[in-house]
């Protein structure tokens, strides 16, 4: 069964730095989110991301984050200079349509990001 | 301002136990209502959705949710407990084109 995989599923980074969280979409959707839990908060809405542009994006998601498809496959998420707060679990999601009644959202199984 | 709270961020029961994991809402308009689970090292998972028609919804797994309009409430049930229903559920809401989730609910099952 398809799949959405993200790598690393560990990051340890120093605060300042820049991370590149990846995503390997399912193949065949065309719509992609990445979203964030912070140890013990809600799982919270960043970015989806649609035909090569931004669609939507929370206030989460101000100038140091970035995201991209640099090819047909990955989705990557940047955060130019983390900060200690940026430490959470980043998941991406991808559905075949805009999510919702019809279209299912398909989660990875997350990137934990540890900033020091 | 849409937001989903899940009371209780640990739930234990027994095998063969009724599973309840509470979900409340607030929307300012109908929302669509939606189950997950999260096994460990694996991602989210639908369970089940409400959207429109009838308010008792089943998913898989055996699980079913009711949408109680008055209540703003979505509450997942489980009449009898399994050991492989240990997970992490997360309850969201759907509104405009944004999913708001809740802090999500560790279920353990003690055989």
């Known amino acids: 069964e398809p799949e959405v995989t993200q790598t690393p599923s560990h990051q340890v980074t120093q605060m300042g730095q820049e991370v590149i969280l990846r995503c390997v979409p399912i193949?065949?959707?065309?719509?992609f989110y990445w979203y964030r839990q912070i140890l013990g908060q809600k799982v919270e809405f960043l970015v989806s991301?649609?035909?090569?542009?931004?669609?939507?994006k929370s206030e989460i998601f101000d100038d140091q984050f970035s995201v991209e498809r640099p090819d047909g496959s990955n989705f990557t998420l940047k955060i130019r200079s983390t900060k200690l707060e940026d430490s959470a679990m980043y998941f991406c999601?991808?559905?075949?349509?805009?999510?919702?009644?019809?279209?299912?959202?398909?989660f990875g199984p997350g990137t934990r990001l540890t900033v020091t | 301002a849409q937001s989903v709270t899940q009371l209780g961020s640990h739930v234990s029961v027994s095998e063969g136990a009724l599973v309840l994991l509470r979900c409340n809402y607030s929307s300012s308009v109908p929302p669509y209502l939606f189950w997950y689970v999260q096994y460990p090292n694996q991602g989210l998972q639908l369970l089940l959705k409400y959207t429109t028609g009838a308010t008792l919804v089943k998913g898989i797994n055996g699980f079913e949710a009711e949408f109680k309009k008055s209540e703003t409430s979505f509450h997942l049930t489980k009449p009898s407990a399994h050991m492989s229903d240990a997970a992490e559920y997360f309850c969201?809401?759907?509104?405009?084109?944004?999913?708001?989730f809740g802090t999500g609910t560790s279920l353990t099952v003690i055989p």
């Open positions: 991301f649609y035909n090569n542009e931004i669609s939507e």
């Open positions: 969201a809401v759907l509104t405009g084109n944004q999913f708001y």
């Open positions: 999601a991808s559905s075949e349509g805009l999510a919702g009644a019809i279209y299912e959202q398909y």
């Open positions: 193949s065949n959707h065309l719509y």
